[in-house]
C-alpha cells in the first residue's frame, strides 16, 4: 500500500504530521483573524453557504423550519442555515454529503449540474496526564474525506433521487487503546489498522413518495439515520440555528455502546445496507434499515467489501420532536429497537463466549432548556452586515441531551449504558460562534469479559470558531476513573483476577476540523 510508505509507523513521523497541520491551519487562519477586512470577506463567502441541516424529524410549528431530510437532497441542503455557530466533535457522523460544498464553489463547478462537492478535515493530537496503559504517551490522528453528491434530475432527468461517493484517508494510532478505555474517549479514532484508504460511502438514495419515503441503498454510516443525538436545529430565526448540539468527542455522544461495540459499523468501517426514511408528518420520523452483518464476526467492512450470508443487522427508530414553554424552545425523542443475526463469539475472561443472535433497545432525546431575548428582529437581520450579524443577531441558548440502551448479549462488551451532556452556545457577544459543553458516558461492562463492572468517562471541551462555519478549534479534557483494558503485564498469573487494574487516568486533546 503506498500510503504505508508515506506515512510510516513511527511514531515521531505521526506526530509531526499531525502538529504540522495544525501549525498551518493555524497560521493561515490567524491571518485571517487579525485582519478585520479579510475577516469580513471570508465571512461573505463562507457563511453564504453554511453546514446542511439534515434532520430526520422536524417540527410543524411556522416558526420552524422543516428540517426533515425527506424535504432536500443533500445538493440542495447546504444553503439553509446560515450562521452556524458550531461543529461536531466528528462531522463524519452527522450527515451523508460531508462539509459545506464550499470546494466545489471554489472549483467554480456549475449550479446547473447539479453536482455538490464538499469535504472534511479532521486532525487531533492526544497527550496522557495520568494513568492509562500508556502513561505519558502522545499520540495523534488525520482525517480527510472528500465527497461528491449528484441531483440525477439536473443531470439526468432522473427525477427525485441522488448519488453520493465519499473517500476517506486516514493516518493515526491506536488513541483509545493507549488510554485503556472501551468506548472510547476519542471517536476519530477508529480500529487497527490505522493506517486507511478507503471508498468509504457510495449509496443511491430514491424519493419514492416527496417530502414523505425515502430509500436509500448502498454502503453508508448508519449512525446518521439511527440514535443522531447531535441532530442539528434549523429555525425561521436564523440567529437560533444550532449545527450540533454537542461537540463531545467521545464515541458514545454519536453510536450507543450497547450497540456499537461488535456489530454495528462505526467512522471508518462503514456498512452495506438499505435504509427506509418515512415521515408521517413534520415533527415525526421512522427509520427502518438492515445491513451487512459481518461486523458480528469480526470483518472489518471499511475495508472489505459487502458480504451476502446469514449474518444481518437490522435496526428500526421512531421520534417525534416539539416545541415547549413561551420561547418555543426545541425538544425531541426517540426509541429505536435492533437485532444482530448468526453465531457470535467472544473470548471470556475464563473461556471463550458463544450464542446465537442478539438483540437490544436504545432511546434519545434533546431539549433546548434556556435561550436570551434577541437584540435584533428576523426582519431587521437582512439589513445588517455580515459583522454586525454576527455580534448582535445571535442568541445565547443552552441545550441537554440523554442517552439509554440495553441489551441481551452474553458476547457484547458493553450490557447497559446511560449518557447525559450540556452545551451552550454563543454567550458571548464577542465570540458569538463559540461553543463550550460537558458530558459523561457510563457504560455497564458484560462481567464475563471484564473486571470492571463499569467505566465512567467524563469530558468537557471548548470549541473556538477560527473562521465561522469552516475552521474550529478544540480543546478537551477527559477524565476515566476506571478504565476498564486490562494491561498486558508480564509478571502477572494468567489468572485475569489477578492482573492490576488501571489507575485513573486524564487525558488532553486538541483537535482541529474543517468543514469545505
Known sequence: MFYRHLFPKKFFFKKILSISTIVVFLSQSTQIVFSSEKLDQKFRQITKYPLSHTLTGAHSDPDIQSNNSLNQSPSES??????????????????????????????????????RLGGISLADTNKIFLGGMKPGAFSSNNTLILGVVINTEKKIGWKGADIGVNFLQFNGQNTNGYAGTLPGY???????????????????????????????????????????????????????????LSSLLFVSIFVNPTILLGVYGCFADTIFGTTVNFAPSKSTWVNAGIYDGNTARGVQTGIHNPHINNYLFSIGEAGTSWLAGSQNHPGQLAVGVWYQTGTLNAAGLYNNLKQTGTGGVYLYGGQRIWSEESSVSPDDEANLTSKDALSKSKKG??????????????????????????????MSKSRPHDSFGAGMSLSFMNQNEFKRAQQLMIQTYYQAAIIPNFIFIQPTLTYIPHPVLMPNNPVSTNVPLNIPNLPPTVVGTLSLTSVF
Not at 444553503?79 to 459545506?100: H, L, M, Q, R
Not at 436509500?216 to 442539528?232: E, H, Q, S, W
Not at 441558548?397 to 448479549?409: F, L, T
Open 397 to 426: 441558548s443552552i441545550c441537554i441531551i440523554y442517552q439509554y440502551g440495553i441489551n441481551d448479549s452474553k458476547t457484547l462488551p458493553v450490557r447497559q449504558f446511560a449518557g447525559f451532556a450540556v452545551t451552550a452556545f454563543s
Open 186 to 244: 476519542n471517536s476519530d479514532s477508529p480500529l487497527a489498522p490505522f493506517n486507511r484508504t478507503e471508498l468509504y460511502e457510495y449509496w443511491v438514495a430514491q424519493d419514492i413518495i416527496p417530502d414523505k419515503l425515502k430509500i436509500r441503498v448502498g454502503k453508508t454510516l448508519p449512525a446518521v439515520d439511527f440514535n443522531n443525538v447531535t441532530r442539528p436545529e434549523s429555525f425561521k430565526d436564523k440567529s437560533q440555528n444550532v449545527s450540533s
Open 78 to 115: 447546504s444553503n439553509s442555515t446560515p450562521y452556524d455557530e458550531a461543529v461536531s466533535g466528528n462531522p463524519v457522523f452527522t450527515k451523508f454529503d460531508p462539509g459545506t460544498g464550499l470546494l466545489g464553489r471554489e472549483l467554480r463547478i456549475p449550479e446547473d449540474w447539479g453536482v
